[in-house]
C-alpha cells in the first residue's frame, strides 16, 4: 500500500488523497483523522470531528487504486494564546492496511506479512491569516542525560518542516545533523532532535544549514554552558 501526498494542505472545500495497492493482492484500508499538537516537547494526538475523511474505509484490488476526500468540517481560524499564535490547524491522518479477514479454507501461508501504517501530516491554513507567512526558528544546544539535543524552536506562526542539516563548524569542519526528514515543528512549539556522533560539542558554533519547508536556510548557532 502506498499513500500520495505525504503532506496534505487543505486550502479549498476538499483535497484529493490517493492509496493504491501495487501487489497482486487486493486490501483493506482504515483512515482516521487526530488532531495534532506539540506541547512541553511532546507530541498529543486527540480524535476530531473537525475534518473527516471519506471513505474512512475500503477495498482496493490488486494493482488499483481509491480516491480519498479530505473534507473539513471547521473553517480554520487564527489560534491565539498567551504562548502562542497559529496561522493553520494541524491534523494527522493515520492510514492503516487492514488484516484480511480468515477464510477457513484458505492454506497458511508461510511467512511473516507486515501491515503498513502511514501517519500523514495535513494542515489547513486560516483564512484570516496572510499566505506569505512562514515559520521563524530559534536553535538551541542542551542535554538529556548524555545525549546532545538540537532544541527547534518556532516563534513563527506556520509549521516548519525539518530536513537535510548539516553544521559547518568553526574549524571548517563539515558535520550532518539529519540526512533527511528530521521531523514538524509546530507554530508556538519547541522540540528538540537527537543529534548523531559528533566531535566535542564544546567546538560546534559554526553555520547550520537545513532545509525548512524545501527551502534551504542558514542559522548561526553558539555552543553553550550544555554542550560541555
Known sequence: MQVSPVRVTIDQPSEVVWLSNASPEPLSAQIR??????????????????????????????GERQLVRLIPLAASVMQ???????????????????PPERDARAVPRAGVRYRLRYSIPVFQPASSCPQEITPE???????????????????????????RAILRDANGDVNILSEGLWGYVLPGSA????????????????????????????HLLQSSAADS
Open 137 to 163: 526558528l530559534t536553535f538551541t544546544w542542551e542535554r538529556e542525560g548524555e545525549d546532545l539535543m538540537l532544541k527547534v524552536a518556532n516563534i513563527g506562526h506556520r509549521h516548519a518542516q525539518l530536513g
Open 191 to 218: 522540540m528538540s532532535f537527537a543529534v548523531p556522533s559528533l566531535p566535542d560539542p564544546r567546538s560546534l558554533s559554526g553555520t547550520l544549514e537545513i532545509m525548512v519547508n524545501g527551502t534551504e536556510e542558514r
Open 33 to 62: 483523522i487526530f488532531s495534532w499538537t506539540q506541547d512541553g516537547g511532546e507530541e498529543s494526538l486527540r480524535a476530531t470531528d473537525d475534518l473527516v475523511a471519506s471513505p474512512p474505509i475500503m477495498d482496493i484490488g490488486a
Open 80 to 98: 491565539a494564546s498567551p504562548s502562542k499564535v497559529a496561522c493553520e490547524t494541524a491534523f494527522r491522518m493515520i492510514v492503516d492496511e487492514l
